[in-house]
């Protein structure tokens, strides 16, 4: 009865107008009057069970809009980011859906379902180094911290813009929609690091289209129907472990690449476990 329901839900977003209720819902995010804004506060935070504590400032007042609030920045030391030098971080609050090694070029979207790494990076050319290698997916839900910080320091090499649908990435499904996160609008960041390529994919999803990078802005909700790529390599774009890189406007969906050979140690964390932002997830 379960995946019944579950497939009659994800169906019904297949006749769904993705992207004009994304719209939507991007305009009321942005609302700036106050009764409206703080009423979503207050009522999205308790429905999702948003910690106001966690808040740098945890009044509602204290926010032009609820996505200024969505966004917000924590307090000092909420989150803890190993220290060791070796230690591959989580990107983010949000819980892991699937997490392991690829099988040559494919990776476990949930039991049963797989896509290709070329079709989730539009063909990009990391694709040839990371066959084989780690990948994570994190699921951020509505309740989750949702900027999005460095695993490990990297120099940027090139963004890439891929339009698509706008799916909901909410675990009933992903179990139910194929090749899903290679069918949605997704921001691809590659970086350069001391132990090969590391990709950053930072997948948009219905009522959650609106993506941000800390060097070039908002990227997404955009008017581009084509795959777009912006080269860095020129430029001397270099981020830090543990500092920010961007941030998503309403929830969504990471999914983290390296090359094999490149994480050792990992962390015993499977489908369905919680992790923080700066949490250890193996040693590179």
């Known amino acids: 009865m379960k995946s019944l329901i579950e497939r009659i839900l994800a169906g019904f977003q297949y006749i769904l107008p993705q992207h004009f209720l994304s719209r939507i819902v991007y305009a009321l995010m942005r609302s700036e009057i106050k009764w409206v804004k703080n009423l979503l506060i207050r009522f999205i935070s308790r429905i999702a069970g948003i910690n106001y504590d966690e808040a740098l400032s945890p009044n509602p007042a204290d926010y032009v809009?609820?996505?200024?609030?969505?966004?917000?920045?924590?307090?000092?030391?909420?989150?803890?980011?190993?220290?060791?030098?070796?230690?591959?971080?989580?990107?983010?609050?949000?819980?892991?859906?699937?997490?392991?090694?690829?099988?040559?070029?494919?990776i476990l979207q949930a039991k049963g379902r797989d896509y290709s790494l070329q079709d989730l990076l539009a063909n990009d050319p990391a694709c040839e180094q990371l066959i084989g290698g780690y990948f994570s997916t994190i699921y951020l839900s509505p309740k989750d911290y949702h900027r999005i910080h460095?695993?490990?320091?990297?120099?940027?090499?090139?963004?890439?813009?891929?339009?698509?649908?706008?799916?909901?990435?909410?675990?009933?499904?992903?179990?139910?929609?194929?090749?899903?996160?290679?069918?949605?609008?997704?921001?691809?960041?590659?970086?350069?690091?001391?132990?090969?390529?590391?990709?950053?994919?930072?997948?948009?999803?219905?009522?959650?289209?609106?993506?941000?990078?800390?060097?070039?802005?908002?990227?997404?909700?955009?008017?581009?129907?084509?795959?777009?790529?912006?080269?860095?390599?020129?430029?001397?774009?270099?981020?830090?472990?543990?500092?920010?890189?961007?941030?998503?406007?309403?929830?969504?969906?990471?999914?983290?690449?390296?090359?094999?050979?490149?994480?050792?140690?990992?962390?015993?964390?499977?489908?369905g476990d919680a992790v923080k932002v700066g949490q250890r997830l193996g040693a590179i």
């Open 150 to 271: 460095m695993p490990l320091g990297g120099r940027l090499q090139r963004m890439i813009h891929v339009p698509g649908r706008l799916f909901s990435v909410a675990p009933y499904t992903v179990r139910q929609v194929p090749r899903l996160f290679a069918r949605n609008e997704r921001v691809i960041s590659v970086f350069e690091t001391d132990s090969g390529p590391l990709v950053m994919v930072l997948v948009g999803a219905m009522l959650v289209s609106s993506t941000e990078t800390v060097w070039a802005g908002e990227v997404t909700p955009t008017k581009s129907k084509e795959v777009t790529v912006k080269e860095y390599s020129d430029e001397d774009i270099t981020l830090a472990k543990g500092e920010e890189m961007g941030r998503f406007n309403m929830g969504s969906t990471v999914i983290l690449l390296m090359p094999p050979g490149a994480l050792k140690n990992l962390e015993r964390l499977g489908a």
């Open 65 to 106: 809009s609820f996505n200024a609030w969505f966004t917000r920045a924590l307090k000092p030391g909420v989150r803890v980011f190993d220290a060791a030098p070796d230690a591959f971080l989580s990107p983010c609050d949000g819980r892991i859906s699937e997490t392991g090694s690829l099988d040559q070029n494919r």
